[in-house]
C-alpha cells in the first residue's frame, strides 16, 4: 500500500479547525470505499469534528472462483482459492501494508493512535481486527461490522475497545463465530461490545450503524476508568487529612 493520497479516498473533513478524531473505514472484499458512505456520514453527523476517512483496497477484485464474473471493486488481499488453511497467511501478508497505511492516515492528521478508530465491514473487519492483534498502539477503536478473525485471538489487544456488529442470519460469516471470539476475548480481559441484531443477513445496515455510534457514545474504555482511578488516587493523597 502506499501512502495516504485523497485520490484513493472518500474524505469528511471538518469544516473549520483541526480534526479531533480519525475514523478509517475499510470496505468488503469487492467493494469499494463509496460502501462505507453511511457510516461515513452517520459518523460525521455525531463527530462533526472528526475526520472521516474511507480507503480504497490496494488490489483489484478478483472473485473468490476463477470461473465468477467480477464487478470491478477491490480487495484488501485475494479471495480466490481461499480456505480455511491459507486464509491466515493471506490475512497475515496483507497487514504489514496495511499498518503502514493507517500510521500514515494518522501522521497526516498528526493524530494519536489513541485517537484513531478502524471500522470495517466483511474483509475490512476482518483486516482491522487482525491489524490490531498484530501491531500495538495503532488504533484505540474497532467497529467490526459482519467480520471474523482469520486466526482465534489469543491474548486481548492492548488498550484498544472492540465493538462487534453482526446480523443474526448472515450467511457469509457466521456470527456464532464471532459471538465464539467475544467469550474469548472477556476472559483474556479484552474491552469489547458484542451485538447480535435479527433479522439481518450480510450487510452494513442501518441498524447496525446506528447500534455503533451508541457503543460509541455510551461505552467509556477501560483506561480512561484507570486514569480517572489514578487521579482521584493521586488527589486523595494530596488532600489534607
Same mark, same amino acid.
Given at each position: 500500500m502506499s501512502t495516504p493520497q485523497r485520490s484513493q479516498?472518500?474524505?469528511l473533513l471538518p469544516d473549520k479547525g483541526l480534526p479531533d478524531l480519525l475514523f478509517l473505514l475499510l470496505h468488503?472484499?469487492?467493494a469499494d470505499a463509496s460502501q462505507m458512505r453511511p457510516l461515513a456520514q452517520a459518523l460525521r453527523a455525531q463527530y462533526p469534528q472528526a475526520a472521516v476517512v474511507s480507503i480504497n483496497g490496494p488490489e483489484v477484485f478478483e472473485p473468490p472462483t476463477?470461473?465468477?464474473q467480477a464487478d470491478g471493486g477491490r480487495q484488501w488481499y485475494s479471495l480466490q482459492g481461499a480456505n480455511d488453511d491459507n486464509h491466515p497467511e493471506r490475512v497475515a501478508a496483507a497487514l504489514p501494508g496495511f499498518v503502514a497505511?493507517?500510521?500514515?492516515?494518522a501522521e497526516q492528521f498528526d493524530m494519536a493512535w489513541e485517537r484513531v478508530a478502524l471500522a470495517g465491514f466483511s474483509q475490512g473487519a476482518v483486516l482491522a481486527l487482525e491489524a490490531v492483534q498484530a501491531e500495538a498502539q495503532l488504533a484505540g477503536r474497532v467497529l467490526a461490522f459482519s467480520g471474523a478473525y482469520a486466526t482465534p485471538p489469543t491474548h486481548a489487544p492492548h488498550?484498544?475497545?472492540?465493538?462487534?456488529?453482526?446480523?443474526?442470519?448472515? #450467511?457469509? %460469516?457466521?456470527y456464532q463465530d464471532q459471538v465464539h471470539a467475544a467469550r474469548q476475548l472477556?476472559?483474556?480481559g479484552a474491552d469489547i461490545t458484542a451485538d447480535v441484531l435479527p433479522d439481518l443477513g450480510h450487510e452494513l445496515h #442501518?441498524? %447496525?450503524i446506528e447500534r455503533a455510534l451508541h457503543q460509541l457514545r455510551s461505552f467509556v474504555p477501560a483506561r480512561l476508568w484507570r486514569e480517572a482511578q489514578l487521579?482521584?488516587?493521586?488527589q486523595d493523597k494530596q488532600a489534607p487529612h
Open positions: 479516498a472518500l474524505a468488503g472484499a469487492g476463477v470461473d465468477a497505511t493507517v500510521r500514515a492516515w488498550e484498544v475497545s472492540l465493538h462487534f456488529l453482526h446480523g443474526q442470519r448472515d #450467511p457469509v %460469516l457466521p472477556v476472559q483474556l #442501518p441498524e %447496525l487521579a482521584a488516587a493521586e
